[in-house]
């Protein structure tokens, strides 16, 4: 392969002839010589790392696919994986498997694809797929009930699905083998390009697009001209004859209006479009990336939209001549590296008064007022709009009485009611005065003022903050994500906002603008909102959660998967809540931390505990005075002034580096 001028601008990758000796990036910095001669050379501006972008020479790669965290490529005929294997994924009995190794189970494979934790081949006209129950012990080969040769397969999560025959679709969700298999069939016309979710399954028929499968996936599809379609975990995105990319279902990709784009791919929570003349563009949740909800990058030679690109739960991978190379965490051995997981120390920051977690970085006030900040600062949360940082002083902020911190906000409230934020360039800017309490999220900013009234700015609002009409005496509110709920006239509780899953009204629209009382709730002092669940405590600490459940982030013994009406959850009485994207924790009165919901990635303080549908205590060094969780991490405040945190480094550890690569790693070594 010839050495090829690589760089990155906006985050987004593309190939380039070398006519410029110099090109800077988002976070990193790259050098050619001026025929390319020399291969090019990149400095990591995040970590100080430098590493030679050449292609290095490899056994070729005839074609890979990509599951959530581990990958598979086939050589000549054999079939390797590589990533995590530690739950219901493939390849050994060992956690991570960074380098591809044989998968004996399935030999021979023709076509093969990976989703979720599965791997499945077509095998003498079979589909067949591996999986592993646990960290030990891997499942024997089954075969999906989808009967011989589909003409196309796609496989998310633990579901398979095979077009059988070209006007039939029949899917199998492997988790549940006694469940039917479900059948769909067209008389319109016969079904191309198949494409699959968690709970769902689309195709087109005679250009136009048709879904079954679990609602939220497929809002506002049905009857839409299309000429592609791509499927996350529970959203589809479609491609129309203009070039238009649209989106819907739960927390879709979003990608510009007036954009025009030629190809479209999607995987677990977001996809990617390549633009008509352009570069690829990439959007929703990325799990793990440092920026979620920004563009990813690209791969090298991104101009070239036919060239193999293939998307992860948390990394993307291309094949260029046989050359296999991906680009994303690496914490999972995903890029073909054993990287472990790792975990916030302690932050030994004494004299704190008041904590506050965001998406990627924390706050403190310290005695009299001093604000101060740690964890990433890669979209100017901290004021340099730079790289992560250790501990930063705002001296130009003044005394603040509290944080507020949203996904990429970071406003502080003063004494004399004044909401001030940082803005991507680092500057501080007023936002409104008068208010006894803010909360941040996704792009939404809510306060309540002196007089008990609620306003609001962002989204459906408008840049300005305004009043949110049949919200009177309110004391407390919350956001998640785009979600609001609101403590007011003596202990009610309302909510409005984006309508995630369905938690604020099961049968509204996706977006509730008129407040929406929770039935069975009174007495409540506050109330925690997580991006499709809330949970409200009322003055004698009995806490009580409604919405999904899917992570158990509704506390009530089992993952039944929503229940729109409130219900108390066990433990102890709390004292203080704080929500996280699908998981809480609570103070009780000993200053014991307890938490509950999705434990992926040690969201509740343990690197590689499960999931918890009941409180569980965190272990920490000393009790807590307060706790706060963010989106990847969680922080609490001890009483004797001390910071303690868990979860991902870059969202707010003590050093607040990257878990990413911030150059290609090549994987078929």
Partial sequence: MSARRWALVAGLWFGSGCTELDLSGLSFRCQADEDCTAGVRCVDQVCGGTADAGAMPVEPVRAFALGHLHGCLARGA?????????????????????????????????????????????????????????????????????????????????????????????CDLLSRPANPVLTFTSTQGNFTGLVAGLEHVCGMVRGRAHCAGAPEAYLGLPGLEVVELAAGDQFTCARDPAGQVRCFGRQPATFAADGRYDRLLGRYGFACAHRIGGDWECSGTFIDFAHPSLPVPAPPGALNKDADLQLGGSFVCRLELGVLSCYGTFERGQLGERQPAVFSPELRAQGAERLAAGDHHSCAVFAGGA???????????????????????????????????????????????????????????????????????????????????????????????????????????????????????????????????????????????????????????????????????????????????????????????????????SGPPLVQLSAGIFNYCGLDEGGQVLCWGQAFMGRLGEPLGPDQDTPTLVSLPGAAAQVELGREHGCALLVDGAIHCWGWRWAGGADGRYPIRAEWSEVAR
Avoid: Y
């Avoid at 940082?389 to 130009?396: A, Y």
């Avoid at 009043?467 to 609101?486: E, F, H, R």
């Fill in 78 to 170: 054999k079939l390797e994986c590589w990533g995590e294997v530690q739950s219901r994924t493939c390849v050994s009995c060992q956690q991570f498997s960074p380098q591809p190794r044989p998968l004996p189970m399935l030999t021979a494979p023709g076509r093969f694809w990976a989703g979720g934790g599965l791997v499945c081949a077509e095998e003498e006209q079979v589909v067949r797929c591996v999986s592993a129950k646990d960290a030990t012990e891997l499942t024997i080969p089954w075969t999906p009930r989808l009967g011989l040769a589909p003409l196309e397969v796609a496989v998310a999560g633990e579901q398979v699905c095979g077009l059988v025959r070209p006007s039939e679709i029949r």
């Fill in 371 to 569: 604000p101060r900040c740690f964890g990433s600062d890669a979209q100017g949360q901290l004021g340099g709009g730079t790289s992560a940082r250790d501990w930063t002083d705002f001296p130009g902020l003044g005394p603040v009485q509290r944080w507020v911190l949203g996904r990429l906000e970071t406003c502080s409230l003063d004494l004399q009611g004044r909401l001030r934020c940082l803005g991507a360039g680092g500057q501080i800017q007023q936002e409104a005065n008068d208010l006894v309490a803010a909360a941040a999220g996704d792009g939404v900013l809510c306060g309540i003022d002196r007089t008990g009234a609620v306003l609001c700015r962002g989204e459906a609002f408008g840049p300005a903050f305004t009043p949110v009409p049949g919200l009177i005496n309110a004391t407390q509110l919350d956001l998640g994500g785009k979600s609001i709920c609101v403590v007011h006239d003596g202990g009610r509780v309302s909510c409005f906002g984006f309508n995630a899953g369905g938690f604020i009204d099961p049968n509204g629209p996706q977006w509730v603008s008129t407040p929406t009382e929770v039935p069975g709730l009174s007495g409540i002092v506050e109330v925690a909102v997580g991006l499709d669940s809330a949970c409200a405590r009322d003055a004698q600490g009995q806490t009580s959660c409604f919405g999904w459940n899917t992570t158990g982030q509704l506390a009530r013994g089992n993952l039944e998967a929503r229940r729109f009406e409130a219900g108390p959850i």
